[in-house]
């Protein structure tokens, strides 16, 4: 929603008291928003610290999880809810580093907790949580190329460690191949320059969607033996 001039020179001209009790009313219903300016003005902690805390977050929530009984939906569910968490963390803290770098975390801590669980799950079940892991790792790819180079190195051992859970995952190495994903982004640790246009590319063509019924028709160019 845009202000007009007219607006912002009303609310300027309220009286002191009376604009700090509508920004104290606005923030209990901001609590993101609270939050940031918190970290702002009053938080002694750095960003680093913050990131640091959410990893050991993250590594908790994932722990717990695996003690719950396992079903593909469950863990989509719970995945969902740890990602807004670091979405949050990093519109709060301006953590450059943080959302591809917590989220790609977050997919080697869970593959390293669920994986033997996924190999035993049907294709069928497989196949949602999959091209969700699948979107994320896209995502975090892309992020990781916007950053500055000097970067790069602070996610090179996470990308290794999840090219090696993903080529030990049959329903991965399966799915990635019907949706154009190549492993050895991940295993060499070399992303595209165009990752972005090949992301969009491929979701133009239908793929990484289960709208879209993959097991007879592969991305074009790849020949995958089912």
């Known amino acids: 929603m845009k202000f007009n001039k007219e607006f912002k020179d009303a609310i300027f001209s309220l009286p002191q008291m009376e604009k ?9 219903k901001e609590k993101v928003i609270a939050k940031e300016l918190y970290f702002r003005l009053l938080e002694d902690n750095s960003v680093d610290e913050y990131q640091l805390k959410m990893e050991e977050e993250i590594i908790k929530k994932v722990m717990y999880f695996a003690t719950k009984r396992y079903t ?14 670091i ?8 953590d450059k580093l ?8 977050l997919l080697v801590e869970t593959l390293e907790a669920f994986n033997t669980k996924l190999n035993k799950t049907t294709p069928g079940q497989a ?9 994320k790792t ?5 992020g990781i190329n916007k950053l500055h180079e000097d970067y790069h190195l602070e996610h090179r051992e996470n990308l290794e460690k999840l090219g090696e ?8 190495v399966r799915v990635a191949k019907q949706n154009g994903f190549d ?17 969009k590319e491929i979701k133009a063509h239908g793929y990484l969607s289960m709208k879209t019924y993959l097991s007879t028709a592969d991305f074009p160019g790849e020949s995958v033996s089912q």
Do not use: A, Q
């Not at 700090?20 to 209990?28: A, C, E, P, R, V």
């Open 20 to 28: 700090d009790k509508l920004l104290l009313s606005l923030l209990k």
């Open 72 to 85: 593909p939906s469950y863990l989509i569910k719970r995945l969902r809810s740890v990602s807004t968490d």
């Open 87 to 94: 979405k949050v963390h990093v519109k709060v803290t301006k």
């Open 98 to 105: 943080g959302d591809s770098y917590l989220h790609l975390l």
């Open 127 to 135: 196949r949602k949580l999959c091209l969700y892991i699948l979107s």
């Open 138 to 142: 896209f995502v975090i790819l892309i």
């Open 165 to 172: 859970l993903f080529m030990s995952n049959k329903h991965l």
């Open 183 to 199: 492993m050895d982004w991940l295993i060499s640790t070399e992303i595209p320059e165009n990752i972005d246009d090949i992301y």
